[in-house]
Nanobody, 124 residues
Framework: QLQLVESGGGLVQPGGSLRLSCAAS????????IGWFRQAPGKEREGISC????????NYDDAVKGRFTISRDDAKNTVYLQMNSLKPEDTAVYYC?????????????????WGQGTQVTVSS
């Protein structure tokens, strides 16, 4: 069964850091582009970062650029999202998603596989 599982969410104070993980099972991520999305209460799901397959080209939404870093370890079949300088507005459920191919996207409909999400809360 093809599955993505996110982990690493939690409660953190403003200015703090978290590292989210997205582990794949049932398939290998080597040829998949990966996107990270988030959805805050009452808001639409938004793409915030993505990484291509071979070559690992990365892209970031302006809201997280300079604070978040996406990376992948294909040997571990896992993609990471390092989140630094967190702000209360980063509070959301964070999802990873996978799509076959090189190019990564910020549009949710481009992705075939989704994780269940992990909650990130930034609050003092």
């Amino acid at each position: 069964q093809l599955q993505l599982v996110e982990s690493g969410g939690g409660l953190v104070q403003p200015g703090g850091s978290l590292r989210l993980s997205c582990a794949a099972s049932g398939f290998t991520l080597d040829y998949y582009a990966i996107g990270w999305f988030r959805q805050a209460p009452g808001k639409e799901r938004e793409g915030i970062s993505c990484i291509s397959s071979i070559g690992s080209m990365t892209n970031y939404d302006d809201a997280v650029k300079g604070r978040f870093t996406i990376s992948r370890d294909d040997a571990k079949n896992t993609v990471y999202l390092q989140m630094n300088s967190l702000k209360p507005e980063d509070t959301a459920v964070y999802y990873c998603a996978a799509t076959v191919g090189y190019v990564c996207y910020f549009e949710y409909y481009e992705y075939n596989y989704w994780g269940q999400g992990t909650q990130v809360t930034v609050s003092s």
